[in-house]
Each structure stands twice: as C-alpha cells, then as structure tokens.
C-alpha cells in the first residue's frame, strides 16, 4: 500500500474527507484545463494520433484507437477513427502517434445488389449509390 493510501485510511473525519475529495477534484480539473492548454497547438489538422488508455475508461469503444484529426476546436479536436466514426475527443485523450492509420481499411459489408462495399457493419444495408438510385436503405426493401 502507498504512503498516501495509508494516510488517507487513517483519516476517520468525513468533513475532512469532503474536503480531500474536493481537492482531489479541483487537481483533476485543473490538471485537464492545462493539458487541454498546452496540447490545441500540438496538434494539427491531418496528423494521425492514438487514444491514451491511461486516461480512458477500460470498457470505452475508443481504447486503442488511432484517428486522423479533422478540426481543432478549444478543449477538444474532431478525430475520424475510421469505422468507429468521428468523435469530438478532449485533447488529454489524444497521443501524437507514428502509427499508420488505418482506420478505414476494416470494411463493413458488401451491398447485396451490387457488390460495392456498403460502409455498414449491417449486411442487409445497400451501398450509397445504391441508397441513391432506389431510394432506400436496405435490401429487404427493394
Ligand atoms: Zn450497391
């Protein structure tokens, strides 16, 4: 166990708890407000950049992802993942990377008419010019 672990087990005073868990807080905070600062310039319009697992929930669908931004904003930058699609993403989240995006080249399904691929993970979805042509979005309605 850590020494800060062990001193905040000795801690029996919820006031003093309240207290410790709103500074914890306010770091948290201000620990982003600075990364968020610091990092808008890094980064730029077209560079390929990954997720920080370190700073993502475990269960998220964007653990591992590598993207391309699109748009910088403020706090945070549009990134394309490719399939998982575009996410407005906090820039403590986003690591500059070497890593060769490849987001696009996982396909989703082949359109049922045409063959063209339908950009879908859903098989009965039709392409988009298919969409076009007929006027619907799905095979079974043709
Ligand atoms: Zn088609």
């Known amino acids: 166990m850590t020494n800060l672990t062990k001193t905040i087990k ?4 919820i006031l003093e708890l309240r207290e410790l ?8 905070k201000s620990l982003r407000r600075t990364t968020n600062f ?27 992802a ?3 931004i699109k748009k910088i904003n403020r706090t945070k930058a549009v ?15 986003l690591l500059k990377t070497k890593e060769k995006f490849n987001g696009k080249k996982k396909t989703g399904n082949k359109c049922k008419y045409c063959r063209k691929p339908n950009c879908s993970p859903d098989p009965d979805v039709l392409c988009g010019d298919c969409r076009e042509t007929f006027g619907h979005s799905f095979y079974s309605e043709l």
């Open 10 to 13: 000795k801690i029996d005073s």
């Open 66 to 68: 590598i993207g391309k």
């Open 38 to 64: 610091q990092s808008s310039t890094e980064f730029s319009i077209g560079q390929t950049v990954k997720i920080n697992n370190e700073n993502i929930k475990s269960n998220s669908k964007l653990k591992g």
């Open 21 to 28: 868990n709103s500074l914890i807080v306010d770091r948290i």
């Open 79 to 93: 990134v394309d993942f490719g399939n998982i699609g575009e996410w407005n993403v906090p820039f403590y989240l």
